[in-house]
C-alpha cells in the first residue's frame, strides 16, 4: 500500500472514531421520546429511504445472490445492531456502550480465523489484543465501567460486535472490488424501507404527535441515520477495501475515547488510567496495521 492511502486509511479510521462514538449520545436522545424498537426502526428506515433514489443506479445491476448477500451486510452492519443497542441503553449508559462495542475486532479476526480463511498473522494477534486490554483498563478502573446496568443489556452490545464482525469479513470476502456506495446504498434500501413502513404499524404517529420530545428526538435520530449510519458506512467499507477487516474494525477501540472526550466536554474529569488505555488503543490500533512489504 502506497504511503499516501495508508495516511488516509487511518484519517478515515479517525472520522469514524469520532463519528461512531458520537452515535450513542443521539441514540440516548432518540430513546426520551421513542421506544428501544421505533429508535431501531427510524434509525434504519430513513436510511434506507433516504438512499433509495441512489440505490436504483445499481440495484437492476446485480445478481439475484448479490442482491441477497447485501441484504445480509445491511443485517448485520446496521439492521440487528440498531435493535440491540437500543434495547441494551435502554438499562446501561452511552458510555457504556461505547466501552464495550470494543470488543468488535476481537470478533472479527476470530471470526475470519474460524469462518473466512484468514491466516494467523502473530502482529496483527497481538495488536488486537493490546487495544482490548487497553479497553479493558479503562472499564476497570472509569466510572462508566461500573455503571449501575444489567450485564444481560451489556451483552446485548457485545451480540452487536459479532454481527459487525461477521459484516466486516463478508464485506472483505464478497465485495472486495464493488464500490463503497454501492454497497451502502443497496444494501440500505433493501433492508430498510421495508422496515420503515413497518414503522407505522407501531404508534410512531402517536408518539409523534403528543410527545413533546417527538421533533426533536426524531431530529437526532434523522442525524444518526444520514451521517452515522450510511455516510459513515459508505467510508467504512472503503476502510475495509484498503486495508483489511481487523485493522477497520479497531474504530471500535476509538469509540471509548471520543465517547471520554465527550465526557470531559460535560465536566467529567481524564484520570492516569484513561492516558493509558488511550495510548494502548492507539497502540494497537498501529501494531494491528499488518507490515507493508
Known amino acids: 500500500m502506497k504511503q499516501n492511502d495508508q495516511l488516509l486509511g487511518f484519517l478515515f479510521l479517525f472520522l469514524l472514531g469520532l463519528t461512531w462514538g458520537s452515535s450513542y449520545i443521539l441514540i440516548k436522545k432518540g430513546l426520551e421520546a421513542f421506544s428501544p424498537l421505533q429508535v431501531a426502526m427510524l434509525r434504519f428506515g430513513i436510511s434506507g429511504v433516504a438512499f433509495l433514489p441512489l440505490a436504483f443506479r445499481y440495484i437492476f445491476k446485480l445478481s439475484a445472490s448479490e442482491k441477497w448477500k447485501l441484504v445480509l451486510v445491511g443485517l448485520l ?4 445492531p440498531a435493535i440491540l443497542f437500543a434495547f441494551a441503553q435502554t438499562r446501561i449508559s452511552s458510555s457504556m456502550a461505547g466501552i464495550l462495542s470494543s470488543f468488535t475486532p476481537l470478533a472479527t479476526y476470530f471470526f475470519g480465523l474460524l469462518i473466512f480463511g484468514l491466516l494467523f498473522n502473530k502482529r496483527k494477534f497481538l495488536g488486537v489484543l493490546m487495544g482490548l486490554i487497553g479497553a479493558v483498563l479503562m472499564i476497570a478502573f472509569s466510572s462508566a465501567g461500573s455503571d449501575n446496568g444489567d450485564w444481560f443489556f451489556g451483552f446485548l452490545v457485545i451480540a ?8 466486516s469479513n ?21 433492508t430498510g424501507v421495508p422496515v420503515f413502513f413497518m414503522l407505522f404499524l407501531t404508534d410512531f404517529i402517536t408518539v409523534l404527535s403528543e410527545h413533546p420530545q417527538a421533533w426533536s428526538s426524531l431530529g437526532y435520530l434523522a442525524l444518526l441515520s444520514i451521517f452515522g449510519t450510511v455516510i459513515a458506512s459508505v467510508i467504512f467499507f472503503r476502510l475495509v ?6 485493522f477497520a474494525s479497531s474504530v471500535s477501540y476509538l469509540v471509548p475515547l471520543f465517547a471520554l472526550f465527550w465526557g470531559v466536554l460535560d465536566g467529567e474529569l481524564l484520570h492516569w488510567y484513561h492516558f493509558a488505555g488511550m495510548l494502548l488503543i492507539l497502540g494497537g490500533i498501529y501494531f494491528s496495521r499488518k507490515k507493508v512489504g
Do not use: R, W
Open 241 to 246: 477495501q484498503m486495508t483489511d477487516a481487523v
Open 77 to 80: 452492519g446496521s439492521g440487528l
Open 170 to 190: 463478508i464485506i472483505k470476502f464478497y465485495f472486495q472490488n464493488y464500490s463503497p456506495f454501492l454497497i451502502a446504498t443497496v444494501s440500505f434500501s433493501l
Open 160 to 167: 452487536a460486535t459479532i454481527c459487525y464482525a461477521l459484516n
